[in-house]
């Protein structure tokens, strides 16, 4: 399949390398260093259990040379979707489906207005993966979930032609019927990962150990609940629970990524989940005053140190 | 009049200073660096109010017991060292002497009393900055008044003996005839904003002009005032609009101490902030969601970074 992974970092990289080391024809669009590492160096993926190289890359950073392309991995930051727009428009011709996997609930809605008639699914993944350096991508510990589907109604032919390629290179994926209900339930934990221990400076253990902080990530992770359900998204009736269930089985020491970006002073990813709830929270007429003190506290560095 | 300054930080240095100066009996109970440099060289201030002055031969010690009974007690120690502090000073106290806090916070006077009975202590409170530069060095930049007064309400001979000298001595002092009504009005300021520039990491300037941050800072003197209004203190109804215009108003530079004991990993004072208020709040039925998150998203810098 004619694959082309529009963001470059470590997601895209690991599935997209994984995809190109099973044989599929995978371009990589990048920039700058990445690019230049990609097609000097090619793509290395670091596992537990594995190793190994992709040479030669194909990377590009002008996308009219590498489109239309079957599948379009969509796999930015949240906030730079509306930048790599126009790359996503060259890369979309007629039978071109778009995945996107970003943080967030409505980046297959985003996409699909701004494509009007693109084929869009919708998508995400729990995978950890970073990028120590250029060129090289690092994924610990097991595969995490990567789910997939149509943005509304249940899976159809076009998302099974997408799930044999994914597992035949190798990838955790499923798929899903009810795709709003996977994204809404991320982003229950990764809002209230992410925004509780950014607001604290504290990673993930001890701020599940103190009873305040805890109230305070219990609280958020209620109110992203609370307006999934007035969005009309049922969660699973013990989505707290589970969500709860989770950090409990994760290591005291990890540091979400919001809480790495907001140290290294990089951009954050606050619009796609507390504005978003915050957002929606208001629209409906749902109180979430947990997740908008947390949006307020983050909001003014969300934009990262300038340079 | 004989007069003791336990805790010879900037407030307890500079009222020390300016009644030595005066020509009054002071004497310094000091601890580490600063205690030895008092001793060898004295007290050294620099003000642009009051000019610059050095008095070569200062009164300073670590132990109360050799200072005898005096007329009144400045309190100028740390609020987590009140009560071993209130404790400290016992050898100081002859039948008539009093004690005023220059503490943050509204319960100070309550804890001192706790420890020395009610009758020992004036409420107070200072609009007034001075630093510890250096050992020995004081930096006094802004020239607000100190006011006190009883607790009960209501002017008292004691106090006005107290106004007096400190006058005399070129300080701005002033007897209030409603202590805790100024004491409140200060508080439910200094703690929204503490808890609102701390929890943000950003400072007053920044909070006031962005909406989310402003709404929080609203939010937080509002349950202030709410408290202040259920322990029956009569502030004016105009207090919040005053708060505000007040932040707007304050230099670019301004950065309450919350946010810079954060920058540089000190020792937080989130007990005299939104712990008293959370607290209070538990016990006269006054909801006070906001200072409650605030505490949370503090709590794990309370005692420096967390690890």
């Known amino acids: 399949m004619r694959i082309a992974v529009l963001g470059a970092g470590a997601i895209g990289c690991f599935y997209g390398g994984l995809l190109a080391h099973a044989g599929e024809d995978v371009v990589f669009i990048a920039r700058g260093r990445q690019l230049a590492a990609l097609r000097a160096e090619g793509l290395e993926v670091l596992r537990d259990e594995e190793r190994f190289t992709v040479r030669p890359v194909q990377a590009t950073d002008d996308p009219a040379t590498a489109g239309p392309a079957e599948l379009v991995l969509l796999t930015t930051k949240a906030y730079h979707l509306e930048s790599v727009l126009p790359a996503l428009r060259a890369l979309v011709g007629p039978g071109t489906l778009v995945l996107p996997l970003l943080n967030g609930v409505d980046a297959a809605e985003r996409v699909a207005q701004a494509l009007p ?191 | 009049m004989r007069i003791a300054i336990m805790g010879a930080g900037g407030l307890g240095g500079y009222y020390g200073a300016m009644l030595a100066h005066g020509g009054e009996s002071v004497a310094f109970i000091a601890r580490g660096e600063h205690l030895r440099a008092l001793q060898r060289d004295g007290l050294h201030m620099e003000s642009a109010h009051v000019g610059d002055f050095h008095l070569p031969q200062v009164d300073a010690t670590d ?28 050898p100081l106290l ?42 020995g060095r004081l930096r006094h930049v802004f020239n607000g008044p100190f006011v006190f007064g009883e607790l009960a309400g209501g002017l008292s001979d004691r106090a006005g003996a107290l106004e007096a000298t400190l006058r005399a001595a070129g300080v701005n002092a002033e007897q209030s005839p409603d202590i805790r009504r100024d004491l409140w009005r200060k508080f439910i300021m200094v703690a929204a904003l503490a808890g609102v520039s701390g929890a943000t990491r950003i400072p007053t300037r920044a909070v006031m002009a962005d909406p989310d941050t402003r709404a929080l800072f609203e939010g937080a003197l509002r349950e202030g005032e709410a408290l202040a209004r259920a322990s029956g203190v009569s502030l004016e109804d105009d207090v919040v609009a005053r708060h505000l215009a007040f932040a707007d108003g304050v230099s670019p530079q301004h950065t309450v101490s919350m946010l810079l004991d954060l920058r540089v990993g000190r020792r937080l004072e989130l007990d005299v902030f939104q712990g008293t208020i959370v607290r209070l709040g538990e016990r006269l039925g006054v909801p006070t969601p906001i200072h409650r998150v605030l505490y949370a998203a503090l709590k794990p810098h309370v005692n420096g970074p967390p690890a």
């Open chain 1, 117 to 307: 008639g693109a084929q869009v699914l919708a998508g995400l993944t729990y995978v950890p993966a970073n990028r120590p350096r250029p060129g090289v991508v690092h994924q610990p510990g097991p595969q995490r979930r990567f789910i997939f589907g149509e943005v509304r109604g249940p899976v159809t032919e076009r998302c099974q032609r997408v799930l044999a390629v994914l597992r035949g290179a190798g990838i955790r994926a499923e798929t899903s019927d009810v795709m709003a209900r996977e994204l809404w339930s991320k982003l229950m934990l990764v809002a209230a990962n992410g925004g509780v221990c950014a607001v604290t400076g504290s990673p993930i253990g001890p701020v599940m150990t103190d009873p305040d902080t805890r109230a305070l990530y219990v609280a958020c992770c209620r109110e992203v609940g609370a307006v999934a359900a007035a969005c009309g998204v049922a969660l699973e009736p013990d989505a707290v629970a589970h969500t709860l269930a989770h950090v409990e089985v994760t290591p005291g020491e990890m540091r979400p990524s919001m809480l790495q970006d907001l140290e290294a002073g990089h951009p954050l990813e606050l619009e796609a989940m507390h504005g978003t709830v915050v957002r929606l929270g208001r629209e409906h007429g749902v109180p979430v005053p947990i997740t908008t003190f947390i949006y307020a506290a983050l909001k003014l560095r969300a934009g990262g140190r300038p340079a």
């Open chain 2, 63 to 90: 132990d109360p017991a050799a200072i005898g009974s005096v007329d009144v007690v400045l309190m100028g120690v740390k609020a987590y060292d009140l009560e071993a502090a209130s404790e400290a000073i016992r």
């Open chain 2, 94 to 135: 002859g039948p008539d002497t009093f004690v005023v806090p220059l503490l943050n916070g509204v319960d100070m006077a309550e804890r001192i009393g706790a420890v020395l009975g009610p009758e020992r202590v004036l409420g107070g409170t200072v609009f007034l900055s001075c630093n510890v530069i250096a050992p």
